[in-house]
């Protein structure tokens, strides 16, 4: 009865911490960014080129930003990936890890996309230094957890660092359907929804069919 309720409130806890932490430290750091220019509007003719240019660095802040909070919320999401493949290693399942490593491999390519479909509709190409940085967020948690995981195996720990991944992969989906709403129509949305959801159940069943 201990047990279980323990690992309720792990669950519970790392849900929290995944949705409520990354959405509080997202209204904090976009606080003072100002809002995308949607696609296809236009500055009126009448508007001075300064405006015009202020117009578009303010869009490019806004841009980066959410570029980052994506890179933020994919990280924490990865880091519980890691942290299971390290538990398979230290469990002794080493073709499990082998397995997920392959499986997690196989979606995270996609993760890239999410991180700089902000960035798309910049005039100016982003800089080598930011993508590098962002895909190190993103990417770089996979490797600490992998690390982490690989120590000791704890059910409890793994259970909370799987739901943190949960709430993190809620706060990113819908940052990214907020972003994407606002750039492309609502039937293309959908239609990139799908391919998404069907990709992310193809890998599913790679790892499944190793065992995991």
């Known amino acids: 009865m201990i047990d279980g309720a323990t690992d309720l409130l792990a669950m519970f806890g790392g849900l929290a911490l995944g949705l409520l932490g ?33 117009l578009q660095l303010l869009q490019q802040v806004s841009s980066y930003r959410l570029s980052m909070m994506i890179a933020i919320g994919i990280g ?34 996609t993760e890239g996309f999410g991180i700089a479909a902000p960035l798309t509709g910049l005039s100016k190409r982003p800089s080598n230094r930011f993508i590098l940085l962002a895909g190190l967020i993103g990417g770089g948690p996979t490797f600490i957890g992998t ?9 409890l720990a793994y259970i909370f660092f799987l739901s943190l991944a949960g709430g993190a992969l809620i706060y990113v989906t819908m940052l990214m359907y907020n972003s994407g709403r606002r750039q492309v129509t609502y039937d293309i949305l959908m239609l990139g929804i799908f391919v998404g959801l069907t990709a992310g159940f193809i890998s599913d069943l790679v790892v499944s069919l190793g065992g995991a």
């Open 76 to 109: 924490a999401h990865n880091l519980s990936e890691g942290l299971a493949i390290g538990q398979s290693y230290a469990s002794g399942s080493l073709g499990l890890a082998l397995m997920l490593i392959i499986g997690f491999a196989a979606h995270n390519a």
């Open 22 to 54: 990354l959405t509080w430290y997202g209204c904090r750091y976009m606080s003072d960014t100002p809002q995308p220019i949607p696609a296809g509007s236009r500055v009126r003719s009448s508007s001075s080129g300064n405006q015009k240019r202020e």
């Open 147 to 155: 690390l982490l995981g690989s120590l000791w195996a704890s059910p």
